[in-house]
């Protein structure tokens, strides 16, 4: 079966569109979200300013541990599952975080990252295969959804936590938006896993670590965030 065979349209097309949008908000909502309320987080649980950063640190690790064994779980279980199961991860790590528990907190903040990892490799994959004639502006489409969803969750969790709910439950609302992603990715669980990693794709990624070009491009994305994530 060719990525021509399994390529979506129509009602299908639209669905998938949906789900890859709903997706991409989970993907920084979820992260972006706790940001503004992190000094109340310190102060509740007496963590130190480096404990407080390291929670903002945990999702980045995980990206960094997590983000080469998405390719490996894709060709085994499909994208359209190993997407399904980043968006279980983020829902468990978002119930997990919003416990009363410090630990709790760092152990879900963790979990959360590794599904974002997962999905920050994949859905770029899927946009390629399923949609090879509007990679540009669904990959635009996409980043700004990403972008717009980040926004709005950081300034919607601090009202919400200043309701009853307290940030706790500030920070458990935010599971609406993976909770709507699983719904509208429901229906590609049922479709037949395709592998695009072919021998030859494998050996062009071993090789890619002796490549000059993929570390300086690596160097150079690297040191941007880094300045981004620092300041």
Known sequence: MTTADIRPSGKQGTLLIAGILMIATTLRVTFTGAAPLLDTIRHDYGLSTAQTGLLTTLPLLAFALISPLAAGLARRIGMERSLFV???????GIGIRSLPSAALLFSG???????I????V???G???R????????LTGAYSLTMGASAALGSALIVPLALGDAGWHGA????????????LLWLPQWRR????????AGALHNRAIWRSALAWQVTSFLGINSLIYYVI
């Open 86 to 92: 980043a968006l279980l991860l983020i829902c468990a």
């Open 109 to 115: 903040t963790a979990i959360i990252g590794c599904g």
């Open 117 to 120: 990892a997962l999905g920050n």
């Open 122 to 124: 994949l859905l770029p």
């Open 126 to 128: 899927l946009i390629k």
């Open 130 to 137: 399923d949609f090879p004639g509007q990679v540009a502006g």
């Open 171 to 182: 920070l458990l609302m935010l599971m609406t938006f993976p909770l709507v992603a699983l």
């Open 192 to 199: 037949t896993p395709v592998s695009t990693v072919t021998a």
